[in-house]
């Protein structure tokens, strides 16, 4: 078992910058792959970044390459995601989660999901 709590949301000026913190608790979670997905209202869930169990793997969507950053650290059983360059369609509430596999960009690949963090950028 996985329980994950996502922080640092909150609300940015476009161009801005954020840091969203994801903390897990478990014994396995060294093992977990991770994600952050993001889901703005009328939209489906869409993967932002994911890495893997180790660290060496990463994965970004085309629309945050190069603005977004993904890490983990295995000690302090966190995944950040460092958000740079921010603009008003990033938008969304962001979730954390874990799966078995990975770095996987469908939702479906993980079995533990945090509550969610708002992050919302002003034009």
């Known amino acids: 078992q996985v329980q994950l709590v996502e922080s640092g949301g909150g609300l940015v000026q476009a161009g801005g910058s954020l840091r969203l913190s994801c903390a897990a608790s478990g014994r396995t979670f060294s093992g977990y792959a991770m994600g952050w997905f993001r889901q703005a209202p009328g939209k489906e869930r869409e993967l932002v970044a994911a890495i893997s169990w180790s660290g060496g793997t990463t994965r970004y969507a085309n629309f945050v390459k190069g603005r977004f950053t993904i890490s983990r650290d295995t000690a302090k059983k966190t995944v950040d995601l460092q958000m740079n360059s921010l603009k008003p369609e990033d938008t969304a509430e962001y979730y954390c989660?874990?799966?078995?596999?990975?770095?996987?960009?469908?939702?479906?690949?993980?079995?533990?999901w945090g509550q969610g963090t708002q992050v919302t950028v002003s034009s």
């Open positions: 989660a874990a799966g078995p596999t990975g770095p996987a960009v469908v939702s479906s690949s993980y079995d533990y």
